[in-house]
């Protein structure tokens, strides 16, 4: 692609984004990215400061396509239960079937975004255990406290089987209703 006139920056976050899918972190070089984008490295830091606000970005794109999975799999469910379930089987999913991306939605970055992510993953996980919760159907603890044991949990189990998938025993559909069974009544 030949960058000629127009936004750069949403260029290079549109071709980060891609090679996020394609490469995971490997790809979100300036260098790389201006090459792609058909202009010198110097150009691109006129849009981002260094190397890790470009990462900081991407990976916020790639924890909004993420929320945009959890929150198309609410589709046409109504009970709490089922609706936690499908949160699950949805981030798990994403994960599994884009690795690389799921490897930078949860990157570490050391510059802070631009802009708050537009749909939040963890703000998804928080109004469905609070749906639980007003229903009378958490087993023990806080909202907050069953907010972390998820989060820890998928994340953890989508990064060892995306990582190491020969030392997870669990399938995903019995890693969900271990984690479903954990948290609901």
Not at 14 to 43: C, E
Not at 83 to 99: N, P, Q
Not at 158 to 170: E, F, I, K, M, W
């Amino acid at each position: 692609m030949n960058y000629h006139h127009g936004n750069l920056e949403q260029v290079i976050l549109d071709l980060g984004l891609a090679s996020a899918r394609k490469s995971g972190q490997a790809g979100l070089g300036v260098r790389k990215l201006a090459a792609q984008a058909g202009v010198t490295p110097g150009s691109i830091y006129r849009h981002f400061s260094n190397n890790e606000a470009i990462k900081a970005e991407i990976s916020k794109l790639a924890r909004e396509s993420l929320a945009k999975r959890m929150i198309s799999s609410l589709e046409n469910l109504t009970d709490a239960k089922l609706r936690f379930r499908a949160l699950l089987e949805a981030y798990l999913a994403f994960a599994f079937d884009e690795k690389n991306l799921y490897a930078v939605s949860t990157a570490a970055c050391s510059e802070p975004t631009k802009t708050p992510d537009e749909y939040s993953v963890w703000a998804i996980v928080i109004s469905a255990i609070e749906d639980l919760s007003q229903d009378g159907r958490l087993k023990t603890g806080t909202v907050a406290s069953n907010a972390d044991f998820v989060w820890a949990s998928a994340q953890g189990y989508a990064t060892l089987v995306n990582r190491n998938p020969d030392v997870v025993s669990l399938t995903a559909p019995e890693f969900v209703d271990h984690l479903v069974s954990a948290v609901v009544i």
